[in-house]
Structure formats: C-alpha cells, structure tokens
C-alpha cells in the first residue's frame, strides 16, 4: 500500500484535530495510543518539511549575494 502524501497543512490540521479529541477524551485506550502513533508520524513530516523549506531558501539566499 502507497502512502499518500500528506502536505503541511494537511498534517497540522489532523495534528490539531487528534490533539483536541485527546484534550476532550474522545478516545479510549486502545484508540489513543494509535493516534499519539499517528501524530509522532505527522510531527515528522513537518519537521522534515520544514527543513527541506529552510535549506532552500539559504540555497536561494546565498545564490543572490553571489
């Protein structure tokens, strides 16, 4: 099965949504751990994301003072 890909703001807003279902205790056990999985895995993608941005826009800065 392929992933699909997730954007930034596709993966923060599920973040936002798992976070107050969490704050609310919609969830039971059983369903909270898999979502706190969930959200580890979405955290990721952002980080990544946001990384990627940064590096690439040092790429585009450097490349104008040259």
């Known amino acids: 099965m392929t992933a699909k890909k997730v954007s930034y703001s596709e993966a ?3 973040i936002e949504e798992i976070l107050e ?3 609310n205790e919609e969830f039971d056990v059983d ?3 898999e ?3 969930r ?6 993608i ?3 994301k946001l ?4 590096e690439q826009v ?3 800065l450097k490349e104008m003072e040259d």
């Open 21 to 23: 279902k969490i704050e």
């Open 51 to 54: 990384h990627k941005t940064n």
């Open 46 to 48: 952002c980080k990544d």
């Open 35 to 37: 979502k706190v999985k």
């Open 58 to 60: 040092e790429q585009v």
């Open 39 to 44: 959200v580890s895995v979405l955290l990721k």
């Open 31 to 33: 369903e909270l751990a």
């Open 12 to 14: 923060m807003a599920e």
